[in-house]
């Protein structure tokens, strides 16, 4: 696997390097791959002291460092969502200037109670707004498996630094598809959680209607486990939390879902190892039922239209709000907050009406099965600058990333988790990845199925985690 951050936390706890030296063997990295652009803020003297301070920890308290799951290990947040104390934050836009740092959010201040050392912000697109991270105030995203091609986004800086080994964990948002789409170009696992199970607040700036959700990318299906843990849970938001679910993985039904449809077709190598991925769980025992792409055609095309409908009002008032030079923006930027500004009232409600009635479909579905399999992505990533921003096209860029993760917003607007891992690799030796979702509070049966098909091996990390001992 060439690790991951429960292994590097395991070796600081058990002291076969320090908190500081894996601090730095982080910022080591950071420079060594700059010209991936993953990062988009560097702050070492920050990540020092955090480090240093977990160091002081495990001598004085060792009991206190002992319960943080990530004690001492590196980590970055993404330049959108958070905020996290003494990180600027611009959401990839010179509207905003990298100075100050506001206080903790509530998921920052749980970040650092795992033990996470933070040393600097990742790569995002302005305003999260496409499936790449190439803000046009830099730096463009590249992947680390092929640099040619794109990382994804908007948590593409994220993606790439765990999958280049950077970081082996790291903060990540998912409104249409963010955290999953960067995972699945990278080669990672990503988690979209169950509406209401991360914190948001205090401000709920980043909630979107409540379409947008907070957590990581990471190496490992484990990790995701406890990162899911340690954050989930007293969110203390607009909805209530996620109630338990007693998950039973016995004999399950899995619906499979293996053709996108003719508007927004996958290519066959990726279909291909969805249908693999459903041989291997059957093989498990568990039942494969076939599922249509007709039955999910209604909710794609509302969950695109209300995806649309909701950033572009959000991204209009906050314009509003904080009253940002708009035209110092990228032209689609411009274009979406315009789209939003002549959005009526009754279209937005209507928009907002069919989110609900997606979710009721998708609940019909979980009627007749426990889970869906699904692809992550119609293809391989995209090379570098297949979303670009320099128009005014937004209909366009929105069928663009439509056509390149086909139904990602689908768990977004239903409000459903939904994970995303590969399951080998193509003729270019890039992932291979499949979606998984399930019913409101099922991550535990998400991760159990996950974590069955990794320990299948049909993908290896490339790069090794950053001061992990070999």
Same mark, same amino acid.
């Given at each position: 696997m060439q690790g991951d951050a429960t292994e590097l936390a395991a070796a600081i706890r058990h002291g076969s390097l320090s908190a500081a030296e894996a601090m730095q063997a982080s910022?080591?990295?950071?420079?060594?791959?700059?010209?991936?652009?993953?990062?988009?803020?560097?702050?070492?003297?920050?990540?020092?002291?955090?480090?240093?301070?977990?160091?002081?920890?495990?001598?004085?308290?060792?009991?206190?460092? !002992?319960?943080?799951?990530?004690?001492?290990?590196?980590?970055?947040?993404? @330049? *959108?969502?958070?905020? %996290? #104390? $003494?990180?600027?934050?611009?959401?990839? !836009?010179?509207?905003?200037?990298?100075?100050?740092?506001?206080?903790?959010? @509530? *998921?920052?201040?749980? %970040? #650092? $109670?795992?033990g996470l050392c933070l040393f600097g912000l990742t790569t995002s697109p302005e305003f999260g707004l496409s499936l790449a991270s190439e803000p046009a105030i830099g730096p463009v995203c590249r992947n680390p498996l092929d640099p040619a091609r794109t990382a994804g986004g908007s948590s593409g800086g994220a993606a790439g630094a765990v999958a280049a080994g950077i970081v082996a964990i790291a903060h990540a948002t998912d409104a249409g598809g963010s955290i999953r789409v960067p995972a699945a170009c990278c080669g990672l696992v990503g988690l979209k959680p169950t509406r209401g199970a991360i914190p948001g607040g205090p401000s709920f700036g980043n909630h979107l209607a409540g379409i947008a959700s907070e957590l990581a990318v990471c190496r490992s299906v484990r990790d995701m486990g406890l990162i899911f843990s340690r954050l989930s849970g007293h969110a203390r938001g607009p909805?209530?939390?996620?109630?338990?679910?007693?998950?039973?993985?016995?004999?399950?039904?899995?619906?499979?879902?293996?053709?996108?449809?003719?508007?927004?077709?996958?290519?066959?190598?990726?279909?291909?190892?969805?249908?693999?991925?459903?041989?291997?769980l059957e093989r498990d025992g568990h039942l494969i039922v076939p599922l249509a792409s007709a039955e999910f055609e209604w909710s794609v095309a509302a969950s695109g239209r209300a995806f649309a409908d909701i950033v572009s009002v959000n991204l209009a008032a906050l314009i509003e709000v904080a009253a940002l030079e708009e035209s110092r923006a990228e032209p689609l930027t411009q274009a979406f907050a315009a789209r939003g500004r002549a959005l009526s009232s009754t279209m937005l409600w209507n928009a907002l009406n069919d989110a609900v009635l997606v979710s009721h479909r998708l609940w019909r579905l979980f009627d007749k099965v426990e889970c869906i399999l699904t692809p992550m992505l119609s293809s391989a990533p995209l090379a570098i600058g297949s979303f670009p921003t320099d128009h005014a096209d937004t209909d366009l860029h929105l069928e663009r990333m439509m056509a390149f993760a086909p139904l990602a917003c689908l768990a977004n607007i239903s409000g459903f988790p939904a994970l995303a891992l590969s399951f080998g690799q193509d003729r270019q030796a890039m992932p291979l990845p499949v979606q998984l979702m399930a019913p409101m509070g099922h991550e535990p049966r998400l991760l159990s199925l996950a974590a069955r098909l990794e320990a299948e091996g049909r993908w290896q990390h490339r790069f090794p985690v950053a001061g992990l001992p070999s």
């Open positions: 910022i080591d990295a950071a420079v060594q791959h700059e010209t991936l652009g993953t990062i988009a803020h560097l702050d070492a003297a920050m990540g020092l002291a955090a480090a240093h301070a977990c160091d002081r920890e495990r001598r004085s308290a060792p009991d206190d460092f !002992s319960g943080r799951p990530f004690a001492g290990v590196p980590t970055l947040a993404k @330049d *959108l969502g958070g905020p %996290f #104390r $003494g990180l600027p934050v611009t959401a990839g !836009s010179r509207l905003f200037e990298r100075k100050g740092g506001e206080a903790d959010s @509530d *998921l920052a201040s749980r %970040f #650092r $109670g795992a909805v209530p939390d996620p109630s338990p679910v007693e998950i039973d993985n016995g004999r399950l039904r899995i619906g499979l879902l293996t053709d996108t449809g003719a508007v927004y077709p996958t290519e066959g190598d990726r279909l291909a190892a969805v249908e693999d991925a459903a041989r291997m």
